[in-house]
């Protein structure tokens, strides 16, 4: 934690405040130099005992501790000749190359070093030097342990003890070459948090018209500001996906960090927990214990659904350990005046959207329904009250649903004589049941993106059962609902036009009982399919100019709010589109 420190303040608060670890290529490589060292733990022998012999020995994986510095530390390898003992270091990059051509090791490898010099004195062993091993280049770096690493080790320490008790994080690098290859940089977001700093309020509508603006161009900001190409430093998508289990009746078990989904105790497929991110549950479905055991410890979440698609809960890891933002959020969740600025941004984005999803997918966008949304937005913006925005949202999403019909644009073929037979028509929206095929898969759309961002919010460290513009109710996520406004229309809705436009829905994937509507197991499938097809959509992000998929999109925006809270950032930029 020491080396992360002086590293970078901020990946230090990250990992060892709030618990967070992510694998990249450097940190698998890293694992995979670290495991000739750690296949053995070694006993060191006192000191009294070490200087009795002259013989060279090596002691490998030595874990060793200092009261009086309060510092413990695993030693890769220990190199003595029975008088001096000198830690070697395992790393997998190279030596950093001093201006007259000569290697040394980097400064955050040096701090880690002389505090396994200093845990060895402490313990009354001599250690004069130590050595980096840097297995890139296969080459042995040899530093001095003197007094100036020493001091500046100590002061180290001193500091990062400081902020691991604070509450405050550091701020993020500013165009940092250290930021591309950091593990953390999707959680971090050094880059997309200066530049959301530097941004006006997203409430006003000149920052929703610089959403309009193309995103690679230089355009004005504010004053002083100035738009400029954005590194994209998190990955455009996830390798990981998702696992649905639909079927009622399926039994999961685990051997070996591998799902085993069986059906009447025939294995049906097998899952490895390294290609998923979720496991979502359908019905009647069971886990063994050792199946849920092995998915918490591998930090994925478990979704349950009823059979109709009603979303139950979660069952998770430990998640993140850091209470600061959660209580930050308690904290703004009791001042109106900020909840109402919030939740103004937000019924605005989803009213721009919704009108965006008219302007691109109507057969012919109707003019006056565009103009009264545009209308109130504007009126969202300004709204005295969480209740008179409530009623602004309503009405927006009346004008919106009356011509949700021009958006399908397939012919039903269905015989209308037969009056059992499903069609893909749209008067109103309707929900508790849903009565008919399109609000089914409306409501199955709106369950799933409320699961995924509860999800997003318990993985950055929110409590997604405290909003601020939704109110908390029994059975809810009020955060989830608050952040997912904006998507329903971007990617719940267009989820669902996709999948009747382009006939992956068909009318015999529905089933009615009494006046409810619901989908067939395979109508889910399929419509899962879809809606994955969705969040793995690439977008341009209107703030920060890369493509990245949507699923990517809901992460970041719920980490910017998490800037917000912890007044990082003044603002919270809503995503729309053009």
Same mark, same amino acid.
């Given at each position: 934690?020491?080396?992360?420190?002086?590293?970078?303040?901020?990946?230090?608060?990250?990992?060892?405040?709030?618990?967070?670890?992510?694998?990249?290529?450097? !940190?698998?490589?890293?694992?995979?130099?670290?495991?000739?060292?750690?296949?053995?733990?070694?006993?060191?022998?006192?000191?009294?005992?070490?200087?009795?012999?002259?013989?060279?020995?090596?002691?490998?994986?030595?874990?060793?501790?200092?009261?009086?510095?309060?510092?413990?530390?695993?030693?890769?390898?220990?190199?003595?000749?029975?008088?001096?003992?000198?830690?070697?270091?395992?790393?997998?990059?190279?030596?950093?190359?001093?201006?007259?051509?000569?290697?040394?090791?980097?400064?955050?490898?040096?701090?880690?070093?002389?505090?396994?010099?200093?845990?060895?004195?402490?313990?009354?062993?001599?250690?004069?030097?130590?050595?980096?091993?840097?297995?890139?280049?296969?080459?042995?770096?040899?530093?001095?342990?003197?007094?100036?690493?020493?001091?500046?080790?100590?002061? =180290?320490?001193?500091?990062?003890?400081?902020?691991?008790?604070?509450?405050?994080?550091?701020?993020?690098?500013?165009?940092?070459?250290?930021?591309?290859?950091?593990?953390?940089?999707?959680?971090?977001?050094?880059?997309?948090?200066?530049?959301?700093?530097?941004?006006?309020?997203?409430?006003?509508?000149?920052?929703?018209?610089?959403?309009?603006?193309?995103?690679?161009?230089?355009?004005?900001?504010?004053?002083?500001?100035?738009?400029?190409?954005?590194?994209?430093?998190?990955?455009?998508?996830?390798?990981?996906?998702?696992?649905?289990?639909?079927?009622?009746?399926?039994?999961?078990?685990?051997?070996?960090?591998?799902?085993?989904?069986?059906?009447?105790?025939?294995?049906?497929?097998?899952?490895?927990?390294?290609?998923?991110?979720?496991?979502?549950?359908?019905?009647?479905?069971?886990? !063994?214990?050792?199946?849920?055991?092995?998915?918490?410890?591998?930090?994925?979440?478990?979704?349950?659904?009823?059979?109709?698609?009603?979303?139950?809960?979660?069952?998770?890891?430990?998640?993140?350990?850091?209470? /600061?933002?959660?209580?930050?959020?308690?904290?703004?969740?009791?001042?109106?005046?900020?909840?109402?600025?919030?939740?103004?941004?937000?019924?605005?984005?989803?009213?721009?959207?919704?009108?965006?999803?008219?302007?691109?997918?109507?057969?012919?966008?109707?003019?006056?329904?565009?103009?009264?949304?545009?209308?109130?937005?504007?009126?969202?913006?300004?709204?005295?009250?969480?209740?008179?925005?409530?009623?602004?949202?309503?009405?927006?999403?009346?004008? /919106?649903?009356?011509?949700?019909?021009?958006?399908?644009?397939?012919?039903?073929?269905?015989?209308?004589?037969?009056?059992?037979?499903?069609?893909?028509?749209?008067?109103?929206?309707?929900?508790?049941?849903?009565?008919?095929?399109?609000?089914?898969?409306?409501?199955?759309?709106?369950?799933?993106?409320?699961?995924?961002?509860?999800?997003?919010?318990?993985?950055?460290?929110?409590?997604?059962?405290?909003?601020?513009?939704?109110?908390?109710?029994?059975?809810?996520?009020?955060?989830?609902?608050?952040?997912?406004?904006?998507?329903? =229309?971007?990617?719940?809705?267009?989820?669902?036009?996709?999948?009747?436009?382009?006939?992956?829905?068909?009318?015999?994937?529905?089933?009615?009982?009494?006046?409810?509507?619901?989908?067939?197991?395979?109508?889910?499938?399929?419509?899962?399919? =879809?809606?994955?097809?969705?969040?793995?959509?690439?977008?341009?992000?209107?703030?920060?100019?890369?493509?990245?998929?949507?699923?990517?999109?809901?992460?970041?925006?719920?980490?910017?709010?998490?800037?917000?809270?912890?007044?990082?950032?003044?603002?919270?930029?809503?995503?729309? !589109?053009?």
């Amino acid at each position: 934690m020491v080396n992360e420190y002086v590293y970078c303040p901020r990946l230090f608060y990250y990992e060892h405040v709030e618990g967070i670890f992510v694998h990249n290529l450097e !940190t698998i490589e890293g694992s995979q130099v670290h495991s000739r060292v750690d296949k053995k733990e070694d006993e060191l022998p006192p000191a009294g005992e070490l200087l009795e012999t002259d013989r060279p020995a090596k002691m490998r994986s030595v874990t060793l501790s200092s009261d009086k510095y309060g510092i413990i530390a695993k030693l890769d390898l220990l190199e003595t000749d029975g008088s001096t003992v000198t830690p070697v270091d395992y790393k997998r990059g190279e030596p950093c190359k001093a201006d007259d051509g000569s290697l040394d090791a980097w400064p955050a490898d040096r701090a880690q070093l002389a505090v396994q010099a200093l845990i060895l004195r402490d313990n009354g062993y001599v250690c004069e030097e130590a050595i980096v091993y840097y297995a890139k280049t296969k080459q042995r770096v040899r530093l001095t342990i003197d007094e100036k690493l020493v001091a500046e080790t100590l002061a =180290a320490i001193d500091a990062s003890r400081k902020l691991a008790s604070g509450s405050v994080i550091p701020p993020p690098l500013e165009d940092s070459p250290k930021c591309p290859r950091c593990s953390l940089v999707g959680v971090c977001l050094p880059d997309e948090t200066r530049r959301a700093t530097s941004c006006r309020s997203p409430i006003s509508s000149s920052q929703l018209t610089l959403f309009e603006l193309d995103a690679t161009k230089t355009a004005d900001l504010g004053e002083g500001s100035t738009r400029e190409e954005l590194r994209r430093l998190v990955p455009s998508r996830d390798d990981l996906r998702p696992l649905y289990l639909n079927q009622p009746g399926l039994y999961v078990g685990c051997s070996s960090k591998v799902l085993q989904v069986k059906d009447k105790k025939k294995v049906i497929q097998q899952v490895r927990l390294g290609e998923i991110c979720q496991v979502n549950l359908f019905g009647s479905i069971q886990l !063994t214990t050792q199946a849920i055991q092995a998915i918490c410890q591998a930090e994925i979440p478990i979704a349950y659904f009823s059979m109709g698609g009603w979303f139950y809960g979660v069952t998770q890891g430990l998640g993140v350990k850091n209470i /600061y933002l959660r209580r930050e959020q308690f904290r703004w969740a009791d001042i109106p005046s900020f909840c109402l600025r919030l939740a103004r941004a937000l019924v605005a984005g989803k009213i721009k959207n919704q009108r965006t999803m008219l302007q691109r997918n109507h057969v012919e966008p109707p003019k006056v329904a565009l103009a009264h949304m545009k209308c109130m937005q504007e009126d969202a913006e300004k709204a005295s009250s969480l209740e008179s925005l409530l009623g602004i949202e309503g009405n927006a999403a009346r004008v /919106y649903f009356q011509n949700f019909q021009g958006m399908i644009k397939i012919d039903d073929e269905t015989d209308a004589e037969d009056a059992k037979a499903f069609r893909f028509h749209f008067e109103t929206r309707n929900r508790r049941p849903p009565r008919d095929p399109i609000n089914a898969l409306l409501s199955l759309a709106y369950s799933m993106l409320a699961k995924d961002l509860t999800i997003i919010c318990h993985t950055v460290g929110f409590d997604p059962y405290l909003g601020f513009y939704h109110q908390p109710r029994y059975g809810r996520a009020p955060l989830a609902l608050d952040l997912m406004e904006p998507f329903r =229309a971007l990617i719940a809705d267009s989820a669902v036009l996709s999948a009747i436009n382009t006939r992956m829905i068909q009318p015999n994937h529905f089933i009615r009982a009494g006046n409810a509507v619901a989908l067939t197991p395979d109508g889910r499938k399929a419509f899962f399919r =879809a809606y994955e097809q969705r969040m793995d959509t690439l977008v341009t992000h209107p703030l920060f100019g890369y493509r990245v998929n949507y699923r990517r999109i809901l992460e970041i925006q719920c980490r910017l709010l998490a800037r917000v809270l912890t007044g990082e950032i003044n603002n919270y930029p809503v995503f729309v !589109t053009r």
